[in-house]
Structure formats: structure tokens, C-alpha cells
């Protein structure tokens, strides 16, 4: 199934390099600047996950196209430094015979740097693109090494990245109030009780997330994203300034926020700032997304920058009535979008499919439901071996057919108007082998654990982290990324500060939105995932004596029986997934076709039930 609509995402390698010729000229960059190495972190000045085509510096110089990761070029050595997601990814895409990829699990960027950078060396960074917290471990690590630090003025791969995109400026309009739930007033009046409790002047909004929750506004400045780029400035008095980078900002959302900010451009935010904290100004900048030049620049005018959480992520987090309302929308409209697809290609898997027509395939699904803005990220369409790399991305040199007998891995999401969607499929085309029957009931167990958790409050997601992986390491195995992260409302697909893993200290609280996502990878074979998006709500015990908290599963799709082993299943796994199934059917049958609806009945029948 394909149309001729305009698609969400490209499949095309937006690399278009190995990296060795542009490395060699960021050298010679670095040779007339008179420094000796420059640090590259996958990043914008917000320090965002997805950022706009003139921020991807590290792709287009070393080849690396995923979402976290940082260079260090040195004049004769060069890193990079990637998470457990991107361990496959990264060696083919880079040129290793330039780059040595090394795994973030064995050694940080800055430890790297503190055993390759020569006594006397400089080291140079964009202070846009990096934190103070940042900045002080590479402060430390070139210490180390008899080495230093130096703030750069101009980023010297901009300087040597001829054809570099213009930066966006795309249209910028109202998100309606009945689905943001909460006015601008009363966002910023909550701001502002924070700030006072804290004990500061202001606030800099450096997250463009945080300031499309605080102003209910929607961009386009990024892709996947729907986000404007920009700043604002929230004192504890007065009218708040909103510093954006487009000028294409539509007269309703004007006239809205008019009573609650001063509009202006992206070029009048430093000097407000400036003056802001002229006369020792207590200033709060957020750890996560502030940039060291916002540091460097309130202190220079004499102001104290006050480093700490920006208290809009934690509000953003928690979503009200109307949000839940909005996402579980759309996550029905999802369901039965989802479903058509998994009913379509259990017809057509075996004909010669391949992961690009899937994709597509699954996008027209989409789009013919309502609603739809974008994808929420790259779908990862991976078969056989494919699916073994994490976060792959299907380009037209890496399209796979999907062969029988083996695994497809088909991890996707959408942006509508009333929410943000992200779910995993892992379907066997053809008969799968035990081995993999196996290792998908694992991980099955694994995801039921963290569905039918409950917990007391205050619990983090590090807390309940081991649960997902349980019967995984009972057999040996386990995975080497989160087991959930923060999802937006018409936001970011990844949102903190919540997430399940094995690192993280944020507790859960009702209304937050994570992913449950655990899985296995088999290098070169298969890689397996099951994701459903959960929602955090209060439980009540009987007889129990503290407040509980548990999880509402939104997403609605079937888990392919095919790959369930039923005696590796307890009996309340079993039955957790049979529940499951049961509302699945129930809620996206009425809204199914004919033959669909057919599909789904068998698809989510009980546990063990021959076809």
C-alpha cells in the first residue's frame, strides 16, 4: 500500500560522507585557529535530541546519524562516543580507519580525552553547545592530561561546512486551549509561585519544550518535533519576554499571548538578557538545556546565574485531564491505524516486502485516520539483522527485503493534534524458530512485569527498572538501553525528566506518560522489542496502608502469538495478556473493516488457543 502524498521522512543517508576529508578540514581549521582538538557533541544550543538540519554537525562530519553522541578531534587521533543503542550503528556508519568508535559502557568522552590529549594541548568548544556542568568535566579531563579549555567564538565546523543549511524559521501558531488544558496565565502564574519559592529574580526558558507548554504554542522549526526555536524570560513580575526565531507568528497566537509577553526576535534575547541581570539579578538557568554562554553572559553583566532544574519540565511532565484525554485519542486512532497495518502485512510480509515499503505503508495507515501532523521520529523499520541494530534507519542503500523465517522489528510513532504516539512490534514472517520464541516470551515477561507493576509513591523508574529484565537475566541476557523514557503531549516523543532505567532519580507521579519498552538483540540475527506507552495513575490497595501508584496501558495493538512460548508464561502473564487482548479487540473492532476485524479476532485470541 503506497500513495503519492508527500512523505514524513526521507530515505535517503543524510550523511553522505565517511567523515575522513571533512575531519581532515576541520584540522586544518583547527591548525590556523591554533588550537589542537575540537569537541563536536550531537547537539543544538538547546541541547536538544532532534535538532534542525543546521545543527547536525556531527553527522555531516563524521557520518553518525544518531540521536546522542560526541566527537573529540584531536590533530593525529579522533573518538566517538556512543551509547549501548548505537554500538552497532555507529562502526558502519563512520570510517573507522579515522574515527575510533568507543562504547559509552567502557569509557565517557572526557576519559577518553584525559588519556589522548598531550600535556600543553588546548582544546577547543562551542560554549553554545554545551552546559557549565559539561564544560566543567572537560575542564577536568584536559586538566588531567596537562592539558586546557577554550571557548571558541565561531564554531569551527560551521566555518568548514561548505552547503550548510539556513537556519529555520517556520510558522508558529496556537495550540487550542480545550487541548492544552491549562491557559497561559495560569502556567506562568505556577512558574512564578516556583520561582519565589526558590528564591530567584527569573527565569531563562532555554527547552523550546518548556516553552511550548508555558505558551501554548506549536512550530516547525524541527523535524519530527513540533517546536519553535527560541527563548524566554519569565520574572517573578511582569509581563514575560518571548525571544523566537521565526517572525512568522500567526496573528490569533499573537493577539493571545499579547496580556502575558513581550514578543520579540531571536537577536533581541542577549541583550535583554543583559540587562536582565544588571544589578545582580538572580537568575535561574537550567542545568539540562542552558548553555555555558547563557552562564558566561549573565555573570558578565553582574548577575548571579542560579543552575538548577527549569520547574516547567517537571509541570510539563504531568499531564491534566485534558492531555490524557487528548493522548488516549490518539492512541485509539492509533490502534486501529496500527492494526490495518499488522493485518496488511501478515498478507504481504511474505511476498517480498521490503522495510522502506512497510514504512510507507505504514504512514498512508496513518494519514487516512485524521489528525496526523508528522511522525514522532524515523520509523525503524529493521528485518533480520536489521533489527539487531537499536535505532536503525532504513535508507535506500540499507533497504532490506523481510525473508521468511525471520524476525521484523517495526518501531514507530505519530504527532497528532491531541498527542504524541511511540510503539514496537516485533512480527514473525513465517515460523519462527525456538530460539526466538523463546527470547521474545522473555522479554514479553518482561514487559507485562512493568505493566502490571505497583508501587508506593515516590518510587523512581531506576526502581522498577530490574523487573523488565528479570526472566532476561535468569537466561543471561539483557539489553543496553532505557526501559522507558518521558513521552510529550504534541511534544518531544522523548521527554524527561522521568524514565525507567538503570539510572535515573526523578520519582514517578500520576499522570506522567513513559514508554515500557524492553528488549533483546542478537548481533547480525534479529533484535526483539515490545513497546507500549503507560500512563502512571493512583491505586488503591485494599487494606493497604501507603498512597500506590500503577499503570494504564494506552497503546492498542496485538503482540504477535506467533512468537509466545505459553509454558515459559505464568499463569499471570498469561492472563494479563489475554486482558489485554480483549480490550484491544474491544476497542478498535467497531471502527475495523470487515476483514480486519477478522484478522484481529484471531490475532488476539487467548494465549495457547491454536489458530
Same mark, same amino acid.
Given at each position: 500500500?503506497?500513495?503519492?502524498?508527500?512523505? #514524513?521522512?526521507? #530515505?535517503? !543517508?543524510?550523511?553522505?560522507?565517511?567523515?575522513?576529508?571533512?575531519?581532515?578540514?576541520?584540522?586544518?581549521?583547527?591548525?590556523?585557529?591554533?588550537?589542537?582538538?575540537?569537541?563536536?557533541?550531537?547537539?543544538?544550543?538547546?541541547?536538544?535530541?532532534?535538532?534542525?538540519?543546521?545543527?547536525?554537525?556531527?553527522?555531516?562530519?563524521?557520518?553518525?546519524?544518531?540521536?546522542?553522541?560526541?566527537?573529540?578531534?584531536?590533530?593525529?587521533?579522533?573518538?566517538?562516543?556512543? &551509547?549501548?543503542?548505537?554500538?552497532?550503528?555507529?562502526?558502519?556508519?563512520?570510517?573507522?580507519?579515522?574515527?575510533?568508535?568507543?562504547?559509552?559502557?567502557?569509557?565517557?568522552?572526557?576519559?577518553? +580525552?584525559?588519556?589522548? +590529549?598531550?600535556?600543553?594541548?588546548?582544546?577547543?568548544?562551542?560554549?553554545?553547545? =554545551?552546559?557549565? &556542568?559539561?564544560?566543567?568535566?572537560?575542564?577536568?579531563?584536559?586538566?588531567?592530561?596537562?592539558?586546557?579549555?577554550?571557548?571558541?567564538?565561531?564554531?569551527?565546523?560551521?566555518?568548514?561546512?561548505?552547503?550548510?543549511?539556513?537556519?529555520?524559521?517556520?510558522?508558529?501558531?496556537? =495550540?487550542?486551549?480545550?487541548?492544552?488544558?491549562?491557559?497561559?496565565?495560569?502556567?506562568?502564574?505556577?512558574?512564578?509561585?516556583?520561582?519565589?519559592?526558590?528564591?530567584?529574580?527569573?527565569?531563562?526558558?532555554?527547552?523550546? =519544550?518548556?516553552?511550548?507548554?508555558?505558551?501554548?504554542?506549536?512550530?516547525?522549526?524541527?523535524? =519530527?518535533?513540533?517546536?519553535?526555536?527560541?527563548?524566554?524570560?519569565?520574572?517573578?513580575?511582569?509581563?514575560?519576554?518571548?525571544?523566537?526565531?521565526?517572525?512568522?507568528?500567526?496573528?490569533?497566537?499573537?493577539?493571545?499571548?499579547?496580556?502575558?509577553?513581550?514578543?520579540?526576535?531571536?537577536?533581541?534575547?542577549?541583550?535583554?538578557?543583559?540587562?536582565?541581570?544588571?544589578?545582580?539579578?538572580?537568575?535561574? +538557568?537550567?542545568?539540562?538545556?542552558?548553555?555555558?554562554?547563557?552562564?558566561?553572559?549573565?555573570?558578565?553583566?553582574?548577575?548571579?546565574?542560579?543552575?538548577?532544574?527549569?520547574?516547567?519540565?517537571?509541570?510539563?511532565?504531568?499531564?491534566?485531564?485534558?492531555?490524557?484525554?487528548?493522548?488516549?485519542?490518539?492512541?485509539?486512532?492509533?490502534?486501529?491505524?496500527?492494526?490495518?497495518?499488522?493485518?496488511?502485512?501478515?498478507?504481504?510480509?511474505?511476498?517480498?516486502?521490503?522495510?522502506?515499503?512497510?514504512?510507507?505503508?505504514?504512514?498512508?495507515?496513518?494519514?487516512?485516520?485524521?489528525?496526523?501532523?508528522?511522525?514522532?521520529?524515523?520509523?525503524?523499520?529493521?528485518?533480520?539483522?536489521?533489527?539487531?541494530?537499536?535505532?536503525?534507519?532504513?535508507?535506500?542503500?540499507?533497504? /532490506?527485503?523481510?525473508?521468511?523465517?525471520?524476525?521484523?522489528?517495526?518501531?514507530?510513532?505519530?504527532?497528532?493534534?491531541?498527542?504524541?504516539?511511540?510503539?514496537?512490534?516485533?512480527?514473525?514472517?513465517?515460523?519462527?524458530?525456538?530460539?526466538?520464541?523463546? /527470547?521474545?516470551?522473555?522479554?514479553?515477561?518482561?514487559?507485562?512485569?512493568?505493566?502490571?507493576?505497583?508501587?508506593?509513591?515516590?518510587?523512581?523508574?531506576?526502581?522498577?527498572?530490574?523487573?523488565?529484565?528479570?526472566?532476561?537475566?535468569?537466561?543471561?541476557?539483557?539489553?543496553?538501553?532505557?526501559?522507558?523514557?518521558?513521552?510529550?503531549?504534541?511534544?518531544?516523543?522523548?521527554?524527561?525528566?522521568?524514565?525507567?532505567?538503570?539510572?535515573?532519580?526523578?520519582?514517578?507521579?500520576?499522570?506522567?506518560?513513559?514508554?515500557?519498552?524492553?528488549?533483546?538483540?542478537?548481533?547480525?540475527?534479529?533484535?526483539?522489542?515490545?513497546?507500549?506507552?503507560?500512563?502512571?495513575?493512583?491505586?488503591?490497595?485494599?487494606?493497604?496502608?501507603?498512597?500506590?501508584?500503577?499503570?494504564?496501558?494506552?497503546?492498542?495493538?496485538?503482540?504477535?502469538?506467533?512468537?509466545?512460548?505459553?509454558?515459559?508464561?505464568?499463569?499471570?502473564?498469561?492472563?494479563?495478556? !489475554?486482558?489485554?487482548?480483549?480490550?484491544?479487540?474491544?476497542?478498535?473492532?467497531? !471502527?475495523?473493516?470487515?476483514?480486519?476485524?477478522?484478522?484481529?479476532?484471531?490475532?488476539?485470541?487467548?494465549?495457547?488457543?491454536?489458530?
Amino acid at each position: 500500500m503506497t500513495s503519492q502524498r508527500p512523505r #514524513f521522512q526521507s #530515505f535517503e !543517508d543524510p550523511s553522505h560522507a565517511k567523515g575522513s576529508e571533512r575531519i581532515e578540514a576541520l584540522r586544518s581549521a583547527l591548525r590556523e585557529t591554533g588550537i589542537d582538538g575540537f569537541v563536536v557533541p550531537r547537539a543544538d544550543e538547546h541541547q536538544s535530541e532532534y535538532v534542525p538540519a543546521h545543527a547536525e554537525r556531527l553527522a555531516w562530519l563524521t557520518g553518525f546519524t544518531g540521536s546522542a553522541g560526541t566527537a573529540v578531534i584531536l590533530a593525529d587521533k579522533a573518538a566517538l562516543v556512543v &551509547d549501548g543503542r548505537y554500538t552497532l550503528q555507529a562502526p558502519e556508519q563512520v570510517d573507522t580507519g579515522v574515527i575510533t568508535v568507543v562504547p559509552l559502557a567502557e569509557k565517557t568522552a572526557e576519559a577518553w +580525552l584525559g588519556e589522548n +590529549l598531550g600535556k600543553g594541548q588546548v582544546l577547543g568548544y562551542d560554549p553554545w553547545l =554545551h552546559t557549565p &556542568d559539561g564544560v566543567a568535566r572537560l575542564e577536568r579531563a584536559a586538566a588531567k592530561a596537562g592539558g586546557s579549555l577554550k571557548p571558541l567564538d565561531a564554531n569551527l565546523v560551521d566555518a568548514v561546512w561548505a552547503g550548510r543549511p539556513k537556519p529555520p524559521g517556520g510558522p508558529v501558531v496556537s =495550540h487550542p486551549a480545550e487541548i492544552a488544558g491549562e491557559s497561559v496565565a495560569d502556567k506562568l502564574a505556577r512558574v512564578r509561585a516556583a520561582l519565589a519559592e526558590a528564591e530567584v529574580d527569573a527565569l531563562v526558558i532555554s527547552d523550546p =519544550h518548556n516553552l511550548a507548554w508555558a505558551f501554548n504554542l506549536r512550530g516547525a522549526d524541527v523535524a =519530527h518535533t513540533p517546536l519553535a526555536l527560541g527563548y524566554a524570560i519569565v520574572k517573578r513580575e511582569g509581563l514575560a519576554g518571548l525571544y523566537l526565531a521565526s517572525r512568522e507568528i500567526d496573528p490569533d497566537l499573537r493577539a493571545a499571548l499579547t496580556p502575558h509577553a513581550i514578543l520579540a526576535g531571536r537577536a533581541d534575547f542577549e541583550p535583554a538578557l543583559f540587562a536582565l541581570a544588571t544589578g545582580a539579578a538572580r537568575v535561574r +538557568l537550567d542545568t539540562v538545556t542552558g548553555a555555558v554562554a547563557l552562564k558566561n553572559r549573565i555573570e558578565a553583566a553582574g548577575g548571579v546565574a542560579d543552575l538548577g532544574a527549569d520547574p516547567i519540565t517537571l509541570m510539563k511532565a504531568v499531564k491534566n485531564p485534558a492531555e490524557i484525554a487528548g493522548t488516549r485519542a490518539a492512541h485509539h486512532r492509533d490502534g486501529v491505524a496500527l492494526t490495518r497495518f499488522l493485518a496488511w502485512l501478515d498478507r504481504e510480509g511474505a511476498n517480498g516486502l521490503t522495510e522502506i515499503a512497510a514504512v510507507e505503508a505504514l504512514e498512508d495507515f496513518r494519514a487516512e485516520g485524521g489528525l496526523l501532523r508528522e511522525v514522532s521520529f524515523p520509523t525503524i523499520s529493521g528485518s533480520g539483522p536489521n533489527g539487531a541494530i537499536v535505532h536503525y534507519r532504513v535508507t535506500r542503500a540499507t533497504d /532490506r527485503r523481510l525473508g521468511p523465517g525471520e524476525l521484523f522489528l517495526i518501531d514507530s510513532g505519530a504527532q497528532y493534534l491531541d498527542g504524541t504516539t511511540d510503539v514496537t512490534r516485533t512480527v514473525a514472517i513465517g515460523t519462527p524458530s525456538a530460539e526466538m520464541r523463546d /527470547r521474545f516470551t522473555r522479554v514479553l515477561k518482561g514487559h507485562i512485569a512493568i505493566a502490571r507493576a505497583v508501587f508506593p509513591k515516590g518510587t523512581t523508574g531506576t526502581q522498577i527498572d530490574a523487573f523488565a529484565r528479570a526472566s532476561l537475566w535468569e537466561a543471561g541476557f539483557d539489553y543496553d538501553h532505557g526501559t522507558g523514557h518521558g513521552v510529550g503531549a504534541f511534544l518531544s516523543v522523548h521527554e524527561g525528566p522521568q524514565r525507567i532505567a538503570k539510572v535515573g532519580t526523578v520519582a514517578l507521579q500520576a499522570g506522567m506518560i513513559l514508554s515500557n519498552e524492553p528488549g533483546y538483540y542478537k548481533a547480525g540475527a534479529y533484535g526483539i522489542r515490545i513497546e507500549n506507552l503507560i500512563l502512571v495513575e493512583p491505586r488503591t490497595l485494599p487494606g493497604g496502608e501507603r498512597p500506590m501508584l500503577g499503570f494504564e496501558t494506552l497503546t492498542l495493538a496485538p503482540i504477535d502469538l506467533r512468537l509466545v512460548e505459553p509454558a515459559l508464561l505464568g499463569p499471570a502473564d498469561a492472563a494479563w495478556l !489475554d486482558a489485554y487482548h480483549a480490550r484491544v479487540r474491544e476497542a478498535l473492532s467497531p !471502527d475495523l473493516d470487515a476483514e480486519t476485524r477478522a484478522w484481529i479476532d484471531a490475532a488476539t485470541r487467548p494465549v495457547g488457543t491454536p489458530t
